[in-house]
Each structure stands twice: as structure tokens, then as C-alpha cells.
């Protein structure tokens, strides 16, 4: 089965620190796609980062780096220099890809909260 | 702009009735997606679409329909079979690989 888990339902972090989300999921392909989301309370999905599992490097936006760590399959966000508005669910997904179609799997979510 | 468009924002369903969810884009992608997402859930994918006339059940189908009649549309039915509609509906395409788009969703409850 490939799955996504996700093991910190929750977390919280003063502004101006730094939080690592973490994220650990299952494959047997060797060329996947891996993504983080953010849901802020309005709902909307919103794409974080995205990284290509041939890419050795760690892939940034900003604020946001990740951690890839295929040989132990392990995709961590780090948020720097948090901000109110980092406030969100955040999740963590994968592409499956089953003969010529593709999907995004989702991890069940880590509720960030950042505080003032 | 291109995006994605759901509608209606909120949806009420009576016991034994059905109800179609819209999702229109205009991104000119081929496949489109259907999640549901609960609390505690993440989001959980229902039907999804690669290509015109074609589509693949997901992960909890059942009490679902779907069609795909043109590249842009993708429109969910909640039939009467499933027995716990309530939920947040989220619809989604992408070119392959590059990163999914959302449109912002419909909220269905039973009344």
C-alpha cells in the first residue's frame, strides 16, 4: 500500500521561531512527486513546496524548506520565521502512479498554530 | 484568470434525495479529482478522471457518481446510497506531476 502518515496531529510554535512538520510515506516507485499543502481556516488548498524524488537537493520557497530523505522516505517541512498567518492544517502528499493514471494521497493533516 | 470553480459553496441534502456538485476549470488539464475531507481524515479521494469519458473509483466510491462528458467539467452526484454525506467536498486537476489545483470547495450537509 502506499500511504502517507503524518505523526504530529498537532503543533504549536511562538512567532519569529522556527517548526519542523514531519512526514514519512510508503513507495515502491523510484520517480515520485512530493508535496506540502497548507488550509487555512478558509478552506482553500493551497500548494507550500513540491519536490521531485530524482532531485537530490532540498527544495525552498521562502520561508519554507524540506528535508527529503529518500532512503528513509521521510519528507519534513520546516517553517522559518513563522508567521500568524502560517496558521493552517498542513498536508503532507504523494503521488501514486498505477499504470497510466495518477493520484495524490494525502496524510491526515498536522493543525499548526502559531502564537503571538 | 484560470482556476477551478465549485459550486454551490454550501449544499443542504434531504434523507433519500440526490445532489450534484459542480466543478469547472478552465486550466485546460486532463485529469480531475474528487476528495472528501472529514475531520481528522486528511482528504480522502472519491472518483478521479484522466481523460474525457473516462474515470476511476478511489478509495470510498461507493454511494457516489460521476461523468466526465467534457474536458472541463467534472460534476460529483451524492446519490441516496451513501449513508453519511456530511462533509467538505473538494475538487482538484493537474498537468502530471506538476502540482494540484483545488477550487475552494463545497460544504454538504443533511438536513
Known amino acids: 500500500a502506499q500511504t502517507v502518515t503524518q505523526s504530529q496531529p498537532e503543533m504549536s510554535v511562538q512567532e519569529a521561531e522556527t517548526v519542523t512538520l514531519s512526514c514519512t510515506y510508503d513507495?515502491?516507485?523510484?520517480?515520485?512527486?512530493l508535496f506540502w499543502y497548507k488550509q487555512p481556516p478558509s478552506r482553500q488548498m493551497i500548494l507550500v513546496i513540491r519536490?521531485?524524488?530524482?532531485?537530490?537537493q532540498n527544495a525552498t520557497e521562502n520561508r519554507f524548506s524540506v528535508n527529503f530523505q529518500k532512503a528513509a522516505k521521510s519528507f519534513s517541512l520546516k517553517i522559518s520565521d513563522s508567521q500568524l498567518g502560517d496558521t493552517a492544517m498542513y498536508f503532507c502528499a504523494f503521488v501514486v502512479r498505477q499504470g497510466g493514471s495518477e493520484k495524490l494521497v494525502f496524510g491526515k493533516g498536522t493543525k499548526l498554530t502559531v502564537n503571538p | 484568470d484560470g482556476g477551478i470553480t465549485q459550486s454551490p459553496k454550501y449544499l443542504f441534502r434531504k434523507e433519500g434525495q440526490n445532489v450534484t456538485l459542480s466543478c469547472e476549470q478552465n486550466?485546460?488539464?486532463?485529469?480531475m479529482y474528487w476528495y472528501r475531507q472529514d475531520p481528522g481524515q486528511g482528504l480522502r479521494l472519491i472518483y478521479y478522471?484522466?481523460?474525457?469519458?473516462?474515470?476511476q473509483k478511489g478509495d470510498i466510491a461507493e454511494g457516489y457518481s460521476v461523468s466526465r462528458e467534457k474536458k472541463e467539467s467534472f460534476p460529483l452526484t451524492v446519490t441516496s446510497a451513501q449513508k453519511n454525506p456530511t462533509a467538505f467536498y473538494l475538487c482538484?486537476?493537474?498537468?502530471?506531476?506538476?502540482?494540484?489545483?483545488f477550487g475552494s470547495g463545497t460544504r454538504l450537509t443533511v438536513v
Open positions: 519536490q521531485e524524488a530524482y532531485k537530490q
Open positions: 478522471s484522466q481523460i474525457v469519458n473516462d474515470f
Open positions: 486550466l485546460n488539464h486532463d485529469a
Open positions: 513507495t515502491s516507485e523510484n520517480n515520485y512527486y
Open positions: 482538484a486537476s493537474t498537468v502530471r506531476g506538476y502540482g494540484y489545483t
